[in-house]
């Protein structure tokens, strides 16, 4: 699969949980795209803000019901994310149409060791 990445805002690392969670949402997000969405390309954008860290991944593929709970629930991937991300005081948005493509929109507060808003090191 052809992936687009952009990145912005970035400087430093994050905690490693934030690191981690956003490895495995992109990891799952592509595997989803790979799987069901019957296309060949993606793209992944971040952007890091004093307090918060912005994930999208999105496709142009065949899309879904995002305002049907059963699909959600049925998707182990989409309900890991979303169970990831609420772990750390996040919010998934998931924007989706038949026909449409998906948007994932993941909002993660940055915490450094301490728990406090911030990067580490």
């Known amino acids: ?16 949980a934030t690191e981690i969670a956003v490895y495995r949402i992109v990891q799952e ?18 952007l890091a803000s004093e ?10 593929g065949c899309g879904f019901d995002a305002t049907n709970p059963w699909i959600i629930g ?19 948005t998931i924007d989706s149409m038949p026909g449409h493509g998906t948007r994932l929109i993941a909002e993660l507060p940055i915490r450094n060791e301490g728990g406090e808003a911030g990067k580490t090191g």
């Open 1 to 16: 699969m052809r992936v687009a990445f952009a990145a912005s805002g970035c400087q430093g690392r994050f905690s490693p």
């Open 51 to 60: 307090q918060t860290l912005s994930l999208k991944i999105e496709d142009a």
């Open 29 to 46: 997000g592509l595997t989803n795209i790979a799987r069901h969405a019957g296309v060949g390309s993606a793209s992944v954008q971040i």
């Open 74 to 92: 049925k998707s182990s991937g989409l309900f890991g994310i979303r169970e990831r991300i609420r772990s750390l005081g996040g919010h998934l």
